[in-house]
């Protein structure tokens, strides 16, 4: 293959800067890049209005979203069979992370699921959003298809492992999207529809069992998921507040720091989890259409790149970061509006938080290394 220079330098008049070769052969996805952007700016402005227009939240999410975008170009930058190097390490470790959770972690509202260090402070459950993905994407990448019983059952442990420790902060919506991203990765892989109905079925039958090893308040919730009216002014609080903030929005909204629910504090975790609601209460039907367009986007590029990849491995790994995307938009929609039970899921991009988005931003990261990989 010849290599020719590139285009820009035979322009009349053109000079030669320093850097310039190194900008050229940058990793890059525009559509992506400008997808993400968008969807930061519609964040930016939801989180400032959600936290009552104080301008500090807003600059500490700034300082969040700059650092994840020097993360998102310095991961891009790899080649994928780095990724494939780095899975078990980064496994280990964020099983190591959840255990150190469980011990020395700081509690908040009744859940463990922090690790303090001077000046700030993650949550690793977020980070098994990626990991988990990578590391069944590293293992069954050499294996067979369809997958045989071995590698189904080794696929399980490493699934439910950090599943289980999740679930156990207690973070019950954090864990079951982590064992679901992890079942979209199995299915990716090519898993017989046999084996699935199976798998299907021992979920059915635990479900009894899981339903005694809930705490209390998860049982509450469950059941004011099913008839939030039962109490009102205690279990059913939070999803009454937030399907009156998205119904009063009704077509246009009421407009940019003008939602009563928002700004009169009637709407928990407005900032966090129930930022959608914010979405819904201030630019109405119109403002979640055209946030439903930009995650629809975003996972169709995901897809797009999927279908290009040039191995296994970065199949499985952009299907499963895709799928992980898709699920967690999936569960913090359903939750807020009333269509499934209210559990800590954040909106992926948009809810305010520097772990969560960091994360997606190392996954959008690696989707342009793999992309960039099948372009050159």
């Given at each position: 293959m010849?290599?020719?220079?590139?285009?820009?330098?035979?322009?009349?008049?053109w000079?030669?800067?320093?850097?310039?070769?190194?900008?050229?052969?940058l990793h890059?996805?525009s559509?992506?890049f400008l997808?993400?952007?968008?969807?930061?700016?519609?964040?930016?402005g939801?989180?400032y209005?959600?936290s009552?227009q104080?301008i500090?939240?807003?600059?500490?999410?700034?300082i969040h979203?700059?650092?994840?975008f020097?993360?998102?170009?310095?991961i891009?930058?790899?080649s994928p069979?780095?990724f494939?190097?780095w899975?078990?390490?980064?496994?280990?470790?964020?099983i190591f992370?959840?255990?150190?959770?469980?011990v020395?972690g700081?509690?908040?509202?009744?859940?463990q699921r922090?690790?303090?260090?001077?000046g700030f402070r993650?949550?690793?459950?977020?980070?098994?959003k990626?990991f988990?993905p990578?590391?069944?994407?590293?293992?069954?990448?050499?294996?067979t298809?369809p997958?045989?019983k071995i590698?189904?059952?080794?696929?399980l442990?490493i699934?439910?492992?950090?599943g289980l420790?999740i679930a156990?902060?207690?973070?019950l919506?954090?864990g079951?999207l982590?064992?679901?991203?992890?079942f979209?990765?199995?299915?990716?892989a090519?898993i017989?529809?046999?084996?699935?109905?199976?798998?299907?079925?021992l979920v059915?039958a635990g479900?009894p069992?899981?339903?005694?090893?809930l705490?209390?308040y998860?049982?509450?919730?469950v059941?004011t998921?099913?008839?939030?009216?039962?109490?009102?002014?205690g279990?059913?609080y939070?999803?009454i507040?937030s399907?009156?903030?998205?119904?009063?929005?009704?077509?246009?909204g009421?407009?940019?720091c003008?939602?009563?629910q928002?700004?009169l504090?009637?709407?928990p975790?407005r900032?966090t989890d129930?930022?959608f609601s914010?979405?819904?209460?201030?630019f109405?039907?119109?403002?979640?259409?055209l946030?439903?367009?930009?995650?629809f986007?975003?996972?169709?590029?995901g897809i797009?790149?999927?279908?290009?990849?040039a191995?296994?491995?970065?199949?499985?790994?952009?299907?499963?970061?895709?799928?992980s995307?898709?699920?967690?938009f999936f569960?913090?929609?359903?939750m807020?509006s009333?269509?499934?039970?209210?559990?800590?899921?954040p909106?992926?991009l948009?809810?305010?938080g520097?772990t969560s988005l960091?994360t997606?931003?190392?996954?959008?990261g690696?989707?342009?290394?793999?992309?960039?990989?099948?372009?050159?």
């Amino acid at each position: 293959m010849i290599n020719r220079p590139p285009l820009y330098l035979n322009k009349p008049g053109w000079r030669r800067l320093p850097g310039i070769d190194f900008l050229a052969n940058l990793h890059w996805d525009s559509w992506l890049f400008l997808l993400i952007c968008l969807l930061l700016a519609a964040s930016s402005g939801l989180i400032y209005s959600a936290s009552s227009q104080k301008i500090i939240v807003l600059g500490k999410q700034g300082i969040h979203v700059l650092i994840s975008f020097v993360v998102f170009i310095a991961i891009a930058q790899f080649s994928p069979r780095t990724f494939k190097q780095w899975a078990p390490f980064l496994y280990a470790i964020g099983i190591f992370l959840l255990l150190v959770v469980l011990v020395f972690g700081t509690s908040s509202k009744g859940a463990q699921r922090w690790i303090n260090l001077p000046g700030f402070r993650f949550q690793p459950s977020e980070m098994m959003k990626l990991f988990l993905p990578l590391m069944l994407a590293h293992y069954l990448s050499n294996k067979t298809l369809p997958l045989k019983k071995i590698p189904i059952f080794v696929s399980l442990i490493i699934i439910f492992v950090p599943g289980l420790l999740i679930a156990k902060q207690p973070d019950l919506g954090t864990g079951i999207l982590v064992i679901a991203t992890g079942f979209g990765v199995l299915f990716f892989a090519g898993i017989r529809w046999s084996s699935i109905f199976k798998l299907s079925a021992l979920v059915l039958a635990g479900l009894p069992l899981l339903w005694w090893k809930l705490h209390d308040y998860q049982r509450a919730r469950v059941m004011t998921f099913l008839d939030p009216e039962r109490d009102p002014l205690g279990s059913g609080y939070h999803i009454i507040q937030s399907k009156i903030a998205i119904g009063s929005g009704g077509l246009y909204g009421k407009g940019w720091c003008h939602g009563t629910q928002a700004q009169l504090n009637f709407l928990p975790e407005r900032t966090t989890d129930f930022i959608f609601s914010v979405l819904g209460e201030e630019f109405g039907f119109i403002g979640i259409s055209l946030l439903f367009l930009l995650y629809f986007a975003v996972i169709f590029r995901g897809i797009l790149i999927m279908t290009q990849t040039a191995d296994t491995f970065s199949r499985l790994l952009v299907g499963g970061i895709i799928f992980s995307f898709f699920i967690c938009f999936f569960i913090n929609i359903g939750m807020v509006s009333g269509l499934l039970p209210v559990v800590g899921c954040p909106l992926p991009l948009v809810s305010y938080g520097g772990t969560s988005l960091v994360t997606w931003m190392v996954a959008f990261g690696m989707l342009v290394a793999i992309q960039s990989q099948h372009r050159n």
